[in-house]
T-cell receptor
Framework: GESVGLHLPTLSVQEGDNSIINCAYS??????FIWYKQESGKGPQFIIDIRSNMDKRQGQRVTVLLNKTVKHLSLQIAATQPGDSAVYFCAENRNRDTGNQFYFGTGTSLTVIP | DTGVSQDPRHKITKRGQNVTFRCDPISEHNRLYWYRQTLGQGPEFLTYFQNEAQLEKSRLLSDRFSAERPKGSFSTLEIQRTEQGDSAMYLCASSLRAGVGSGELFFGEGSRLTVL
């Protein structure tokens, strides 16, 4: 299943399928990006990050792709599990070295159907 | 537990009252952030400390809001004369200084404020 971020804030996938969550960021000067997962009633939890000098980074079952040309970020979750159900946010940081604030997107709600 | 802790987790108050939230960051983190999150939205930046210095403040932080981090460890966020529009989840996060680790923000569980 695939979302288009702000235009489709919900995504439902079958357990075992791959999920793709998209995010369009706003500032071409942003140089560091993080995907967060937020479960109901909890604070956001780090999933994976990527710097602007990379276009792909892989973690355990997750892959982040960065396309700076179109200012687009995606999170791919392999073999989606019920525990992956949550809201996913992308966050952009405009100057990691000076610790400027992170800007968060609206988020995409992922529901995994058993 | 060595994560970011926030207190209280829930606060219900009447309009016009003052409220204060506390955040204890991860001990070796020198950066501390406050964010506000309303239902269905992503976290919105409020303010940021490096050690005890408040380096950035969002225009969302009106005169009724004040944040402190007096000794560079825990931080407090006070809201004076609360309004119903202040109802939200207030999230605290901390991180290591640049060049150490990944730079990610570690969030607490949040303090949910309801203004009646």
């Amino acid at each position: 299943g695939e979302s288009v971020g702000l235009h489709l804030p919900t995504l439902s996938v079958q357990e075992g399928d791959n999920s793709i969550i998209n995010c369009a960021y706003s500032n071409s000067a942003s140089d560091y990006f993080i995907w967060y997962k937020q479960e109901s009633g909890k604070g956001p939890q780090f999933i994976i990050d990527i710097r602007s000098n990379m276009d792909k980074r892989q973690g355990q079952r997750v892959t982040v792709l960065l396309n700076k040309t179109v200012k687009h970020l995606s999170l791919q979750i392999a073999a989606t599990q019920p525990g992956d159900s949550a809201v996913y946010f992308c966050a952009e940081n405009r100057n990691r070295d000076t610790g400027n604030q992170f800007y968060f997107g609206t988020g995409t709600s992922l529901t995994v159907i058993p | 537990d060595t994560g970011v802790s926030q207190d209280p987790r829930h606060k219900i108050t009447k309009r016009g009252q003052n409220v204060t939230f506390r955040c204890d960051p991860i001990s070796e983190h020198n950066r501390l952030y406050w964010y506000r999150q309303t239902l269905g939205q992503g976290p919105e930046f409020l303010t940021y400390f490096q050690n005890e210095a408040q380096l950035e403040k969002s225009r969302l932080l009106s005169d009724r809001f004040s944040a402190e981090r007096p000794k560079g460890s825990f931080s407090t966020l006070e809201i004076q004369r609360t309004e119903q529009g202040d109802s939200a989840m207030y999230l605290c996060a901390s991180s290591l200084r640049a060049g150490v680790g990944s730079g990610e923000l570690f969030f607490g569980e949040g303090s949910r404020l309801t203004v009646l």
